[in-house]
């Protein structure tokens, strides 16, 4: 579907999608048509199934509304009688509409690459960037230093950094394409050994060992909100976003390692605990994650890969494969490239060959910056296209 939904959506199937099944398809990175055919599609879709105002803004939220062409936008978007009935769409468009020159039609896949933010905490040194070239680039300091164990997670082209042991209600925002750092809004509880993630444009910051709330943030808002709670204390966990879904995975769960997987779901702001369990008990938990696949490090030298699919809302989680590699404690983070998983510690980068199940030899350089690693989130950045 990532290579022919230009064709789907000429066929007029799309039509016959249901909405998770539209979610699921249009919220992939893979995607190869241009965003404009993409929104199309979406435009298609409601026309014709005329859902809920709250479900038309989860999938606009899906599409990437800053690579569209932006005539189309004045043409054929702006004055629809989708967006017309809509404000909350209204808003979103014209904030693109009045924040970017014309552009023509972008595509996700080829315009994008990957860059890892390491949590490299050393006082107010809170990130180091390793590119896509793999090479280390240096990222100011922070304005404050949030002490040990801050969460991060990236969002368009900034990353949100939640909590830490001595500032728990601290969020710190950096913009990587200015290199600058902003103070952001207090969340509402304490935070630290927590976990982030994103889903439909929000940054979301999830329990840890002083609240079991999960608090919510978009980008146009000014405060967190609480919209959710794990009920029960989870510290090192790995959060994984499967559609409008996130999948709280593993980590200590009163003090001992957990195999549990809680789903929260940000739309209606429930959490459930799934059936299926992790293959493995973890005291603390990170992983990578490139839907269907995701592979997952604990602290008892465990590596899994897990395959995880969503049918209709229906969340599958099927177990691939465990490995045994070796224990980085609770200071380290994942990433996957070029076919291995590679480990960022204090001391350097270890690699991982996943079609082996084995470790090869790293030559990767060594970050210039020294402090514990306390996780690794991944942003892709737009090249600038002349």
Request: aromatic residues 10%; negative net charge; glycine residues 6%.
């Amino acid at each position: 579907m990532a290579k022919k939904f230009a064709d789907f959506v000429q066929t007029g199937n799309v039509v016959q999608l249901t909405k998770d099944e539209l979610l699921e398809i249009i919220s992939k990175e893979e995607m190869e048509c241009t965003e404009d055919i993409i929104l199309k599609g979406a435009m298609k879709w409601i026309e014709h199934n005329n859902p809920e105002p709250d479900d038309v803004k989860v999938i606009f939220e899906n599409v990437h509304l800053d690579i569209v062409d932006s005539q189309f936008l004045i043409d054929d978007v702006v004055f629809s009688d989708i967006v017309y009935k809509n404000k909350s769409v209204q808003v979103m468009i014209q904030k693109v509409l009045r924040s970017q020159c014309r552009v023509s039609a972008r595509s996700r896949v080829s315009p994008k690459i990957s860059d890892v933010f390491v949590l490299h905490h050393n006082k107010t040194s809170l990130l180091s960037s390793f590119t896509s070239d793999n090479k280390w680039e240096a990222v100011p300091p922070a304005p404050v230093d949030p002490g040990k164990f801050y969460s991060a997670a990236g969002l368009g082209d900034k990353i949100y950094i939640t909590g830490g042991f001595d500032k728990r209600k601290c969020t710190l925002i950096y913009d990587t394409i200015t290199k600058v750092w902003i103070v952001g809004p207090d969340l509402t509880h304490d935070h630290c050994f927590h976990c982030m993630a994103t889903a439909n444009s929000k940054v979301y910051s999830i329990g840890g060992q002083y609240s079991n709330t999960i608090e919510e943030l978009s980008d146009s808002e000014t405060h967190w909100q609480v919209v959710g709670d794990l009920g029960l204390t989870r510290l090192f966990t790995f959060p994984v976003t499967v559609g409008e879904n996130i999948l709280v995975m593993g980590g200590r769960k009163y003090s001992v390692g957990s195999d549990l997987i809680q789903c929260f779901n940000t739309r209606t702001h429930t959490v459930s605990q799934l059936n299926t369990k992790l293959p493995c008990s973890s005291e603390s938990l990170r992983g990578s994650v490139h839907l269907p696949d995701v592979y997952l490090l604990d602290y008892d030298r465990h590596v899994m890969h897990l395959q995880v699919t969503n049918t209709d809302g229906d969340i599958q989680i099927q177990v691939k494969s465990t490995a045994e590699w070796k224990s980085f404690n609770y200071y380290f983070g994942v990433t996957q490239r070029d076919g291995s998983l590679l480990c960022f510690t204090k001391d350097g980068i270890s690699k991982f060959n996943v079609a082996e199940g084995k470790e090869e030899q790293s030559t990767f350089s060594k970050s210039p910056r020294s402090g514990e690693v306390y996780n690794v989130c991944t942003k892709s950045s737009r090249k600038t296209l002349h």
